[in-house]
């Protein structure tokens, strides 16, 4: 198979070599570098915007006629593509703005669930405690121990 290169657009950050070699590229930042925006408390792209090219690598073959007059080694950008999103869907956004509240809320939830199990143990056993006194002086009462 024919030897393939990948580079970033328009040899966008490559050595300037590459770009004497071709005729007609004008690397943009905008246009060609390959962005992410990384929410950093999940890691998750909030936008990102993959690009990259396509290169033949065509060395120099003396027995074809065309490929004498070339340099050693070319690198030829036959195609270049860009996918991704600039910014979240609403669904998306909605999904990492209650991921981003959920740790706060389940806190306060957690918490007051503790304390009312809590309140319910303690007034239970205080309960206990004086429902168990006032059967010991029924008892006590009904033997005639007074």
Do not use: C
């Not at 925006?37 to 999940?42: G, K, L």
């Not at 509240?101 to 806190?107: E, F, T």
Request: net charge negative; aromatic share 12%; charged share 20%.
């Amino acid at each position: 198979g024919a030897p393939i290169a990948l580079s970033y657009p328009h040899f966008y950050e490559a050595d300037q070599s590459f770009l004497d070699a071709v005729v007609g590229l004008k690397p943009n930042k905008e246009e060609h570098q390959f962005y992410v925006d990384v929410v950093p408390e999940f890691g998750f792209p909030l936008a990102i915007r993959p690009r990259f090219q396509l290169n033949a690598i065509i060395r120099k073959d003396k027995d074809i006629d065309v490929m004498s007059n070339f340099v050693d080694e070319l690198v030829l950008p036959f195609l270049w593509a860009q996918d991704g999103f600039s910014e979240p869907s609403e669904e998306m956004a909605a999904a990492i703005k209650f991921g981003l509240a959920a740790p706060s809320k389940i806190a306060s939830i957690g918490g007051g669930g503790l304390m009312v199990t809590g309140l319910v143990m303690v007034f239970t056993a205080l309960g206990w405690i004086f429902w168990d006194r006032r059967r010991g002086q029924q008892g006590e009462d009904s033997l005639g121990m007074k």
